[in-house]
């Protein structure tokens, strides 16, 4: 199952996003198998304010479990996570 997470720092958070990101990325490669696509939410001044991910799961628990852990969410970066199913049927313009 594919899901779309959409993921908003909270206010003054830059500063906290820089200092955990090292850590964010080493999880990332880590979960390199899941990830469809994955990049930062930009300002109008283009900061970071937060995430999209397109992760491939097995299920939502196993979605959930990764969210648990992410050291964003354990941070307390990110303020608010949507989640939502989709289908990813493109992938650089390529079928899937």
């Known amino acids: 199952m594919q899901f779309m997470i959409k993921a908003c ?3 003054g958070m830059l ?3 820089m200092e955990v990101r090292p ?3 080493q999880g990332m490669s880590r979960l390199k198998q899941h990830i469809v696509c994955a990049g930062g939410l930009l300002d ?3 900061k970071m304010k937060g995430s999209v991910l397109i992760l491939d799961f097995p299920d ?3 979605l959930d479990d990764y969210l ?3 050291p964003y969410v354990t941070e307390g970066v990110w303020e608010t996570i949507e989640v ?3 289908n990813v049927v493109l ?3 390529e079928p899937v």
């Open 9 to 11: 720092d909270g206010k």
């Open 15 to 17: 500063e906290r996003r």
């Open 23 to 25: 850590r964010h990325l």
């Open 44 to 46: 109008d001044e283009g």
């Open 60 to 62: 939502r628990a196993a």
């Open 68 to 70: 648990r852990n992410e």
């Open 84 to 86: 939502e199913s989709m």
């Open 91 to 93: 992938v650089n313009g």
